[in-house]
């Protein structure tokens, strides 16, 4: 295997930049033995040689050929070679990697300096959140500790409730007998007042007939006075009346001796035995 065989083997990857460096020094040494303007700067055409289009690449001012060159701005006339070209897209594209390695660069630092002030803010919100947490744990207690009460107080209004519908059930069942007691007394109440409209009637008559009896007595007792002796009267009366007598006109039956049987005394089964015959009182 050749020299060059084995270095394009050795190299598959890098095959195509190992091959234009190989095609640039091969030009070189081709060029070096021909002269400059009888040949192609960048493939070495021969031009006395090869019937080929003659162009001054308008960058380096050196000849080159129709195929290893390029038209500019759509002109035949004005040509580029793909050596002046290569460099030229090289330096446009290592111009536009600077520039975008600036920008990624401004990009990284304004990302930097927005990870740094994020992470503050992080920093913060994590205190933040640990602050909350430590606040919820103390709320949580505070609630439970609540909630025990709240249960407490639930438990002594419930028995304080059951104690209240037991006197209630108490009350309402005295109440009940406080009502039947009531009708009953009510019932009674108006029975007393039947009865004691008839005792009034009743009284009214007892009066009325004891107005005329003493409007009898008192008639019976001017007779008495002025045709009447007091002796009569004395054996005509019963004992209870004559003693009623005696008491209500004392001054008549002052000089009256009693006798000896009514001055005895009498025990209580004789004033039971003198009941009124004479019905004057």
């Given at each position: 295997?050749s020299?060059f065989?084995?270095?394009?083997?050795?190299?598959?990857?890098?095959?195509?930049?190992?091959?234009?460096?190989?095609?640039?020094?091969?030009?070189?040494?081709?060029?070096?033995?021909?002269?400059?303007?009888?040949?192609?700067?960048?493939?070495?055409?021969?031009?006395?040689?090869?019937?080929?289009?003659?162009?001054?690449?308008?960058?380096?001012?050196?000849?080159?050929c129709?195929e290893?060159?390029?038209?500019?701005?759509?002109?035949?006339?004005?040509?580029?070679?793909?050596?002046?070209?290569?460099?030229?897209?090289r330096a446009?594209k290592?111009?536009?990697?600077?520039e975008?390695?600036?920008?990624?660069?401004?990009?990284?630092?304004?990302?930097?300096?927005d990870?740094v002030?994020?992470?503050?803010?992080?920093?913060?919100?994590?205190?933040?959140?640990?602050?909350?947490?430590?606040?919820?744990k103390?709320?949580q207690?505070k609630?439970?500790?609540?909630?025990?009460?709240?249960?407490?107080?639930?438990?002594?209004?419930?028995?304080?409730?059951?104690a209240?519908?037991?006197?209630?059930?108490?009350?309402?069942?005295?109440?009940?007998?406080?009502?039947?007691?009531e009708?009953k007394?009510?019932?009674?109440?108006?029975r007393?007042?039947?009865?004691?409209?008839?005792?009034?009637?009743?009284?009214?008559?007892?009066?009325?007939?004891?107005?005329?009896?003493?409007?009898?007595?008192?008639?019976?007792?001017?007779?008495?006075?002025?045709?009447?002796?007091?002796?009569?009267?004395?054996?005509?009366l019963?004992?209870?009346?004559?003693?009623?007598?005696?008491?209500?006109?004392?001054?008549?039956?002052?000089?009256?001796?009693?006798?000896?049987?009514?001055?005895?005394?009498?025990?209580?089964?004789?004033?039971?035995?003198?009941?009124?015959t004479?019905?004057?009182y």
């Open positions: 295997m020299k065989g084995t270095f394009f083997k050795s190299n598959p990857e890098n095959k195509e930049s190992k091959l234009a460096a190989f095609s640039q020094k091969s030009t070189k040494f081709f060029s070096a033995m021909l002269d400059s303007k009888d040949t192609c700067r960048v493939g070495g055409c021969n031009f006395k040689l090869i019937s080929a289009n003659k162009f001054a690449c308008i960058s380096c001012s050196q000849a080159v129709k290893h060159s390029s038209e500019v701005s759509g002109e035949e006339s004005q040509r580029i070679c793909d050596f002046c070209r290569d460099d030229k897209i446009e290592e111009g536009k990697t600077l975008l390695k600036e920008k990624l660069f401004q990009e990284i630092r304004v990302l930097q300096e990870r002030s994020k992470t503050r803010e992080v920093s913060k919100l994590g205190s933040k959140i640990r602050k909350l947490e430590n606040e919820c103390e709320n207690t609630f439970s500790a609540e909630q025990e009460e709240i249960k407490e107080n639930i438990e002594k209004q419930r028995l304080l409730l059951s209240i519908e037991a006197e209630y059930k108490e009350i309402k069942m005295q109440l009940e007998g406080a009502q039947i007691i009708g007394a009510s019932i009674k109440l108006d007393g007042n039947k009865t004691l409209g008839a005792l009034k009637v009743e009284i009214q008559t007892l009066e009325g007939e004891q107005s005329d009896k003493q409007a009898l007595l008192d008639e019976l007792k001017k007779t008495a006075s002025n045709n009447v002796p007091i002796k009569m009267i004395k054996e005509s019963c004992k209870l009346c004559l003693m009623k007598v005696s008491l209500t006109n004392s001054i008549m039956f002052k000089n009256i001796v009693p006798t000896a049987e009514e001055k005895k005394p009498q025990s209580q089964e004789d004033m039971k035995r003198n009941i009124c004479c019905e004057v």
